[in-house]
């Protein structure tokens, strides 16, 4: 595994001196986060180009870094929009507004009109992520369904779920408020959920 | 205000509950709910399952070496980036 980073106070000199080594073990240890964010918004497709390309805007801002969030959420805060910005290029009819729809997380036919449920969850044959991980089906399901949310969704799911950072991280990498990111974060985790829900019906 | 969400409301404000993010009282009415109602307890069960399936999910993707192949290129990129300050643009 990597050397732990050295601190923010430590780093940021030598990387405004041009010490090779200290990029080198910035990259190491924020490369596979960049990754993984710019994968969940353009998808495998762009995903090394844009991380590539967030390397060289990090490198170009650097001396104008103001130190208003830590050294790692704002390097991923340039990830994100250099993901963004490419994902606008790539289909022009995804607006940041789509980025962010706005819909229940459930479907609508799952309540009755006084709000109780209309079809409740089913029960699952399993208890622990082990058991359900234990079926390749499933497996495939779960993965199927991360792939069909929408880019923000996404994106919100990895930072938070996957890749275990705090939401008030999160939001300022994502430059969502805190309960826009508590919505894209619920939406992506009810629409996941109820992948599960679908496959143990079946 | 409504003392008591619905079934509904439980399923939206489930993350703002898991995440702390619900006031006092949401937090009361959403816990009184809970345990009243089985079915939005099995809700929350899967919930928090779905959750901690998904923190499994990295460590399942196998690694492949494309990933060291990325860095070398990144680092091979910025080695040959013009030095800070002496951007033309
Ligand atoms: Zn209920």
């Known amino acids: 595994m990597s050397r732990p980073l050295p601190s923010d106070d430590e780093l940021i000199p030598r990387l405004l001196a041009g010490d090779e080594a200290a990029y080198a073990q ?9 990754i993984h964010l710019a994968r969940a918004i353009v998808g495998d497709a762009f995903a090394d180009e844009v991380a590539q390309e967030a390397w ?21 805060r340039i ?31 799952r309540f009755r009109s006084d709000g109780h449920w209309a079809v409740p969850p089913p029960a699952w044959h399993a208890d622990t992520p082990d058991d359900l991980l234990a079926s390749r089906e499933l497996r495939a ?41 508590r919505v894209l974060l619920h939406r992506a985790r ?3 959920q109820a992948a599960i829900d679908e496959y143990q019906q079946r | 205000m409504k003392i008591m969400p619905s079934c509904r409301d439980i399923t939206e404000q489930a993350s703002d509950y898991l995440e702390h993010a619900l006031s006092p009282w949401q937090r009361t009415g959403f816990r009184l709910h809970l345990l009243m109602c089985l079915y939005c307890r099995r809700h929350m ?14 460590e399942e993707t196998a690694q492949d070496d494309s990933e060291e192949k990325q860095l070398e290129a990144v680092l091979q990129a910025l080695r040959e980036a013009p030095p800070q300050g002496q951007t033309g643009d």
């Open chain 1, 26 to 34: 910035l990259v190491h240890a924020y490369h596979g986060l960049m």
């Open chain 1, 56 to 76: 060289m805007a990090v490198l170009r801002a650097l001396p104008r870094f103001e130190r208003r969030s830590s050294l790692k959420t704002w390097i991923l």
């Open chain 1, 141 to 181: 399901v779960v993965d199927g369904a991360i792939e069909a949310l929408p880019p923000m969704q996404r994106a919100a799911l990895t930072l938070r779920d996957m890749q275990n950072l705090d939401m008030p991280t999160i939001c300022k990498i994502l430059e969502v408020s805190e309960s826009n990111g």
């Open chain 2, 45 to 58: 069960k899967h919930l928090r399952l779905t959750i901690a399936t998904l923190h499994r999910l990295p």
């Open chain 1, 190 to 192: 009810s629409r996941i």
């Open chain 1, 79 to 109: 990830a994100s929009n250099t993901a963004k910005s490419r994902l606008r290029h790539e289909s022009r009819s995804v607006s940041l507004d789509a980025m962010l729809e706005d819909r229940p997380s459930l479907d609508p036919g």
